[in-house]
């Protein structure tokens, strides 16, 4: 996997590495393996998990907001043909997960877990726990200060009106199945 920087031109192609598809979009973009029961519709900017593991229609997991449009809290959800909460984007240089619905906001990360491990709160250069590492080989996406714990995805799903949300939680990446952490970041 790899980190493409091209500022000013947006890369559109195709490459194939070990057998598998990788997509290359916008100014800083991961590479997204191909996943046949994965049909992502989300709009670029959006972090979502590799698999599709059970979601019904074959959207894909994304970071979401818990709820309906703004909240502080943050859950993994069922991609959303039509973006929106479930739009972010993370800077690579500052660590910071943006939220593309709410702009103004990035994701936190609570260590206390009350009442989510993460949050949405107002974007803050400073704050430690609003900075986050990805590791573009494995998928792991985890707070800057401690590496070896990933965001997570719960696992156990359930309905969310027409869509499907499970938790987003903080676990230590190598006792965690890398399906249920494994991120990939459009940007």
Request: with cysteine.
């Amino acid at each position: 996997m790899f980190v493409i920087k091209k500022p000013g031109n947006i890369v559109a192609g195709l490459a194939l590495a070990a057998g598998t598809v990788l997509a290359i979009w916008g100014l800083e973009s991961y590479a997204q393996a191909d996943n046949p029961a994965l049909a992502l519709q989300t709009p670029s900017p959006v972090i979502h998990l590799a698999e599709n593991l059970d979601e019904k229609d074959g959207l894909g997991w994304c970071i979401d907001t818990l709820g309906r449009g703004f909240s502080n809290n943050l859950q993994v959800h069922s991609c959303k043909p039509r973006g929106g909460d479930v739009q972010f984007a993370f800077t690579p240089e500052t660590g910071e997960i943006r939220s593309v619905a709410f702009p103004d906001y990035c994701a936190v990360h609570r260590p206390d877990g009350e009442p989510t491990d993460f949050g949405l709160v107002p974007c803050d250069a400073g704050d430690p726990a609003q900075r986050f590492a990805f590791d573009a080989e494995s998928g792991a996406l985890s707070p800057a200060a401690a590496p070896d714990q990933c965001l997570t995805a719960g696992a156990a799903s359930r309905s969310a009106g027409p869509f499907m949300s499970r938790e987003l939680l903080l676990a230590e990446c190598n006792a965690t199945n890398p399906a249920l952490r494994h991120w990939v970041i459009l940007n």
